[in-house]
C-alpha cells in the first residue's frame, strides 16, 4: 500500500526568496533604477564622511613613510602592534563575500544571490584596506618589490621558507581571483544596465565593460561553467587564505602563537566577522534603498545563524587554547593564556570574550534574530569583538613573553589610531562608490531564483 | 536607398519555457547557427538546443595542473640553484613549506585562465553583432526571450526562417539588416 505523505510536502515547500510578487521587469527596475537615479542625500552625506577619512588615512601613511614606523607604538618586545592587528581584521572581513559568493554557490544555496554581489564587493575593499598594512609595515615602502620573486640585479631571491611570503602569495591571489569572480558575475548585469542607458557616456562606458554581452545561451554555457570553476578555485582559496595569514603566527615560538589550531581557527573568525559585516552593510543597504522585498528579513535570520554558529566556534577555539595550554604543562604556555585573561591587557581579553562568545548567544531566540535594531547591535559588537581578537593574540603574546625583564606595555600612538580611522574611510568610500555606480544585488542571479525563471513552473501555473 | 543585407532573423517569445520549446522544434528541424538569448541561464536549455558540454575545463584543469607543479618547481629552483642560502639551519630544499604559494599560483592561473578563457570562447568583447540592429533586443538583458538564428545557416532562407518562427510561436518576427 502506498501512501502519499501530502502534510510533509506542504511543510517542505519553501517560502520564495524573493517578496513582492515580482516579475523580471520589476526586479530590473528596482534594482537598476538606483544606480540610474541621483543618489540621495544621505549618500553625499556619508560620501563627505568618509572621503575625509580617506585623507586623513593618505595623511598618515605620508607622515609614516617619511618619519619611520617609530611614530607608532611599537616598542622592543611588542614589534608587531596594530598594523597586523588591522591587517588580520581586514583580511577576515573579507571571508564572508568569498564564502557567501562561492562556497554557498556550490552547496546551491540560492538565498545567497541576494547578498552576494556587495558580499563580493566587501571582500576586494576589505582586502585592499589590508594590504595597505603589510605594505607601510615594511618601513622602506620603496624596496617592498622586493617580496616579489622579480629577477634583480643583486641575484636574490626571496625566501619561500617565510610565512609572511606565502601571506603575499595567498592575499595577493585572494584579491586578484575576488576580483576576477566579481567581474565576471557583474558582466551580464553591466549589459543589462547598457540597454537601459540613456545618454551616450553612459552607453558607451557600460558597453565597453560589459564586453559586448548578448546573453545567447551559447555564451551562459560557458559563462556558468566558468562561474562554477571560479567559485570552485575560490573556495579551498578561501579556506587556505586565513591558514595562511594564522601561519604568520603559528611558525614561531612565542606562547600563545605556537599552535596547530590556529589556521581552523582563525577561518572561522573570519568567516565570523565578516558575516556582521554584511549584515551591517546590508541593513544600513536596505533601509536606504528600500530592498526589503530583495533582502527579506528570512536572509538576514540565515546569516545570523551563520554567525551565531561560527561564533561558537570561534569560543571553542578559545576554550581550547586555554586546555591544551594547562594540558601541555608547559609553563611559558600556562602563563600566556592566565595572563591574556587577567594580566594587564584582562580589558581587551574580556572585551573580546563578551563580544564574539557571550553576546552572539542571544541569537538563540528568535525574537532577537529576526529583530532589525538589534541584530545591527549585535552585528557591530561582533565586529568590534574581532578586532580585539587579534589585538589579544598579537599584543598579550608578545608584550610578555618568556624572559620578564624584556617586558613592556603596548600603547598606541595618534598614528595608530589615525591608520585604523582612516582603512575605515577607504573602506566606506569604495563601498559608497559601489552602490551609487554599479548593482549592489545581482539582477541575473535574482531572476534566476524567481519561480517563473524555472521553464516547469508555466506547465502548472499555464 | 539600397537595402541592406539580412544577417539573420530575430523573433521573441513569451517565457522561458516558449523559449525552450523553440529550441527544440529548431534543433529538431536542422537548425546550427541561431541561439536564445535570456536575461538569465535557463535550466535545461542546452539540451534543447542540442549544445554540448562547455569544453572550458579542460583548459582550466590542464592549467591547474602545471601551475601547481611548476610553482614547486620554481620554489626549488631558486632555492637550490640560483640562490642557494642557509636560513635557520633549514635544508635548501625545505618542499614542507612550498605547498602555500605553488597552491596560490595554480589557483591564481587558474582562475585567470577561466575567466580569459571564457571570454575568448565566446568570443567576447565583440561590440557589433546583428542582433544588436534589432531595436527590441535591449529587453534581452531585462525580461525578453528571443531566438536570434543567423544568416550563415545552412537552412536559412529570409521568408522561410521567418514563418518557420511565427509558426513555432515567434512574435514580433524581425530580419535583422544592418541599419547605419
Known sequence: MSVENTVAADTFTEPPLIKGNQTFASVTEIISSIVEKKPKKAWFVLFGLASSLVMILLGSIGFLVWEGIGVWGVNNPVGWGWAITNFVFWVGIGHAGTLISAVLYIFRQKWRTSINRFAEAMTIFAVICALIFPGVHVGRVWVAYYMFPIPNQMAIWPNFRSPLLWDIFAVGTYFSVSLMFWYTGLIPDLATLRDRAKTVLRKRVLGLFSLGWRGGNKQWKHYELAYLLLAGLSTPLVLSVHSVVSTDFATSIIPGWHSTIFPPYFVAGAIFSGFAMVMTLAIIARKIYNLEDIITLKHLERMNMVIMVTGMMVGYAYSMEFFIAWYSGNEYETFTFLNRAFGPYAWAYWIMISCNVLIPQLFWSKKIRTSIPLMFVISIFVNIGMWFERFVITVTSLANDFLPSSWDYFSPTFWDVSLLIGSFGLFFTLFLLFIRYLPMISITEIKGVLPQADPHYYENHA | ?180
Open chain 2, 1 to 180: 536607398m539600397k537595402a541592406g543585407k539580412v544577417e539573420g532573423v530575430i523573433a521573441e517569445f513569451e517565457n522561458p519555457a516558449a523559449l525552450i520549446k523553440a529550441a527544440e522544434q529548431l534543433r529538431d528541424s536542422g537548425y546550427k547557427k541561431f541561439d536564445c538569448h535570456s536575461p538569465f541561464p535557463i535550466h535545461g536549455m542546452d539540451q534543447a538546443m542540442g549544445e554540448k558540454r562547455s569544453i572550458l575545463g579542460w583548459i582550466v584543469g590542464p592549467v591547474a595542473f602545471i601551475m601547481v607543479l611548476a610553482g614547486f618547481l620554481f620554489e626549488g629552483w631558486t632555492s637550490t640553484i640560483a640562490y642557494p642560502l642557509v636560513i635557520s639551519g633549514k635544508p635548501l630544499f625545505s618542499y614542507q613549506a612550498y605547498g602555500a604559494v605553488a597552491f596560490a599560483l595554480m589557483v591564481l592561473t587558474s582562475a585567470l585562465v577561466s575567466l580569459v578563457g571564457m571570454l575568448a570562447i565566446n568570443k567576447l568583447p565583440r561590440f557589433h553583432h546583428p542582433v544588436f540592429y534589432s531595436e527590441r533586443f535591449n529587453r534581452a538583458t531585462d525580461d525578453g526571450f528571443f531566438v536570434s538564428v543567423e544568416a550563415q545557416d545552412e537552412r536559412f532562407k529570409e521568408e522561410d526562417t521567418a514563418e518557420f518562427l511565427k509558426s513555432i510561436g515567434g512574435r514580433e518576427v524581425e530580419l535583422l539588416v544592418a541599419n547605419d
